[in-house]
């Protein structure tokens, strides 16, 4: 089990930034492709991005492509998620995830474990 703390979140202004960090522990970290969702009050978690285990294959959902990027420190077991332009639809809380390609789509793992989140809001 790959258990997962997520930080950094904050309250910003649009067009502000924030860096999101997710530290990982359990197993062998590098083995896991990972990814980031978040969840706006009243609405269903939703797929932000993912990375792949060597870091090397990345892949984001249409609305936050070109402002975020997702990266990773295997040595340090984290991810993190580096939000630029913020928007105040991005206001949400912020999960970390391992994440894999299931039903047509990238998915977090029913195996793995959800953090606590982090929350972020974008004021305008």
């Known amino acids: 089990q790959v258990q997962l703390v997520e930080s950094g979140g904050g309250s910003v202004q649009a067009g502000d930034s924030l860096r999101l960090s997710c530290a990982a522990s359990?197993?062998?970290?590098?083995?896991?492709?990972m990814g980031w969702f978040r969840q706006a009050p009243g609405k269903e978690r939703e797929f932000v991005c993912r990375i792949s285990g060597n870091g090397a294959g990345t892949y984001y959902t249409h609305s936050v492509k070109g402002r975020f990027t997702i990266s990773r420190d295997n040595a340090k077991n984290t991810v993190y998620l580096q939000m630029n332009s913020l928007k105040p639809e991005d206001t949400a809380v912020y999960y970390c995830?391992?994440?894999?390609?299931?039903?047509?789509?990238?998915?977090?793992?029913?195996?793995?474990?959800w953090g606590q989140g982090t929350q972020v809001t974008v004021s305008s």
């Open positions: 359990g197993r062998t970290f590098s083995n896991y492709g």
């Open positions: 995830a391992v994440v894999i390609w299931y039903g047509g789509k990238w998915s977090a793992s029913k195996d793995g474990s």
